[in-house]
């Protein structure tokens, strides 16, 4: 009988609950969780028609898509000219290239350094690496020396040459754009 009543005792405590305990907090998802491969410390090369355009380099990639799609922490990637020259530098914090559409993306304080010294700034940029074009709808300021430009939304190509902004902010002393 006392082995019976402590049978019961022991059920009771363990079916007890507190009122107003919170359930368990599951851990939180990340990349690595769901990601086909992690790589570390990267370089890969951004290629069209047999020509480099580009060299990406990451700390951490996260493979995903059957190899397209590739999703990286501080990213810095050095675009070429039509030759194959380097003519610039894009780093950001985050980015996601995905393979079968040639598109690379930047997250979180993107830069784009050219080697004349321009330099333009924006939270998200997208370089579309068969029309060599950069463009974003966020906002963005370019600083060249002795003047600042800003705005919302712009196209253009990675060296800057070719600009086009779909809302003009402020600016400060003269700018002007080479044309080529």
Known sequence: MAVAAL???????VGCKKKGSAPPVA???????????????THSLLTDKGVQ????FADTVFVFDDNTRFEMRKVR???NTVTGAKDGVMS?????????????????????????GRRLTSP?????????????DSAFT????????SGVGFKADPQLNHFQSFKAGSTRGSF???SQ
């Open 7 to 13: 049978a019961v005792g022991i059920v009771g405590v």
């Open 27 to 41: 851990a939180k998802a990340t990349l690595a969780d769901s990601a086909e491969q992690v790589l570390f410390n």
């Open 53 to 56: 355009r580009g060299e990406m």
């Open 77 to 79: 990637v050095t675009f």
């Open 92 to 116: 950001a914090d985050r980015g996601r290239y995905n393979l079968r559409q040639q598109v690379l993306e930047g997250f979180g304080n993107v830069i784009i350094v050219t080697n004349d």
């Open 124 to 136: 998200q940029l997208k370089f579309m690496q068969g029309l060599n074009e950069i463009s974003s």
């Open 142 to 149: 370019i600083i060249k020396p002795g003047s600042t430009f």
């Open 176 to 178: 002007t754009f080479p």
